[in-house]
T-cell receptor
Framework: GAGVSQSPSNKVTEKGKDVELRCDPISGHTALYWYRQSLGQGLEFLIYFQGNSAPDKSGLPSDRFSAERTGGSVSTLTIQRTQQEDSAVYLC??????????????FGPGTRLTVL | DQQVKQNSPSLSVQEGRISILNCDYTNSMFDYFLWYKKYPAEGPTFLISISSIKDKNEDGRFTVFLNKSAKHLSLHIVPSQPGDSAVYFCAASEGNDYKLSFGAGTTVTVRA
């Protein structure tokens, strides 16, 4: 079956512009996560959606970052007024969330964002 | 502050030999640990996991060892194969928290 897909695969933008990154999770997966990986760093948790519950936004680095998940499926991560330090690979993952944690997360290929 | 650390950014091993990847963590509340493997231009894929109630879990050529007192885990790959060349991430979670804390990764190169 289809895995997690993300678009675009690469995005180059100018400092100060807004960007939107899209994630299509695996069909039927109720949990969706966004992470980012800056150069030389591990994956950093950003936000987590689970069903109709309020998202866990505890990892968002600033109020320039926001995410939404429409209809419990597709998610969009928006970065406003991008800064050079936002340059990173943004990874989306989904999981079945069948019961209590932990839960195996399935990752998309990521979007490489470069802010000039 | 990184709670999961992989102090070796790279590892080179000959085909057929053992690869040992190490991971240290600082959060004593972590109770579930995972290893992910990542090829270039792909997302990480789940490899193997271990619960804190165990000290070893084996799956084919891959074995994960957990030393809770030392807050240390390791991944052994025996024998190493060229297809094992990838970046390996250690990750951990706490209780019912779905968030994963990741290390920075170790790039493994298996030489023919």
């Amino acid at each position: 079956g289809a895995g997690v897909s993300q678009s675009p695969s690469n995005k180059v933008t100018e400092k100060g512009k807004d960007v939107e990154l899209r994630c299509d999770p695996i069909s039927g997966h109720t949990a969706l996560y966004w992470y980012r990986q800056s150069l030389g760093q591990g994956l950093e948790f950003l936000i987590y959606f689970q069903g109709n519950s309020a998202p866990d936004k505890s990892g968002l680095p600033s109020d320039r970052f926001s995410a939404e998940r429409t209809g419990g499926s597709v998610s969009t991560l928006t970065i406003q007024r991008t800064q050079q330090e936002d340059s990173a690979v943004y990874l989306c993952a989904s999981s079945p969330a069948l019961g209590r944690a932990p839960d195996t997360q399935y990752f998309g290929p990521g979007t490489r964002l470069t802010v000039l | 502050d990184q709670q999961v650390k992989q102090n070796s950014p790279s590892l080179s091993v000959q085909e057929g030999r053992i690869s040992i990847l190490n991971c240290d963590y600082t959060n004593s509340m972590f109770d579930y640990f995972l290893w992910y493997k990542k090829y270039p231009a792909e997302g990480p894929t789940f490899l193997i996991s271990i619960s804190s109630i165990k000290d070893k879990n084996e799956d084919g050529r891959f074995t994960v060892f957990l030393n809770k007192s030392a807050k240390h885990l390791s991944l052994h790959i025996v024998p190493s194969q060229p297809g094992d060349s990838a970046v390996y991430f250690c990750a951990a979670s706490e209780g019912n928290d779905y968030k994963l804390s990741f290390g920075a990764g170790t790039t493994v190169t298996v030489r023919a």
